[in-house]
Every structure is written in C-alpha cells, then in structure tokens.
C-alpha cells in the first residue's frame, strides 16, 4: 500500500506564490509518472501539470510560464511552484503517481487527499 500526502496549500493574493509537495510513503519500488490536478467548485477535476521519471514535464495552457513541477525521485516526492497566482488557480490540488510497489511488477494509481488552494482578488 502507497499513500500522497499533499502539502502547502493556503490563502493568498492574486500574484502570490505558493510550492505545493506531494510526498509518497509505503511498500513503494518505483514512481513513474506523478502529476498535480486539480478541481475548482463546480468544475471537473483537471490537469494541471505531469512529470515523468525522467523529469520530461507538460503542463496546462492556463499554468504555462506560471506554474512549475519537479520531483526528487530520492525523496519519493513532487512538487509544484506556482508563482503570479490568479483566482482562477483556486481549487483543491490533488497529488496523482503511477507507482510500482515493491514485489509486484505492474503499476497502480494513486490519489492524495488534496490541499487546498486559495487565491483572493
């Protein structure tokens, strides 16, 4: 069993920035890809930014130039700098990885509980 546990989220100001981390814990072998969602109110969860093992990275039209993803594949954690935060970015960030747990072969998807975001106009 692998669990996320996301971490930073907050209130600030149009402009502000915050670094959101997604930590994995357990029986984990390897991590392939992580990703960082995230669902505003009223709205269908998104993609907001996803890395490979590699550290190949894609991210969303609305966060490119913005936002910011990386991983430290030693500390089995993700994490994403959001800088010029706008209200659009409010919403609860959920931490997303693809792990393969130690003895088994294939993969399996995890979700964090979430952090939540909170931008002000």
């Known amino acids: 069993q692998v669990q996320l546990a996301e971490s930073g989220g907050g209130l600030v100001q149009t402009g502000g920035s915050l670094r959101l981390s997604c930590a994995a814990s357990?029986?984990?072998?390897?991590?392939?890809?992580m990703a960082w969602y995230r669902q505003a109110p009223g709205k269908q969860r998104e993609l907001v930014a996803g890395?490979?093992?590699?550290?190949?990275?894609d991210y969303a039209d609305s966060v490119v130039g913005r936002f910011t993803i990386s991983r430290d594949n030693a500390k089995n954690t993700m994490y994403l700098q959001m800088n010029s935060l706008k209200p659009d970015d409010t919403g609860v960030y959920y931490c997303?990885?693809?792990?393969?747990?130690?003895?088994?072969?294939?993969?399996?998807?995890?979700w964090g509980q979430g952090t939540q975001v909170t931008v002000s106009s």
């Open positions: 357990g029986s984990i072998g390897s991590i392939n890809s």
């Open positions: 890395i490979t093992t590699g550290g190949n990275r």
């Open positions: 997303n990885a693809d792990v393969r747990e130690r003895l088994r072969i294939s993969t399996t998807n995890y």
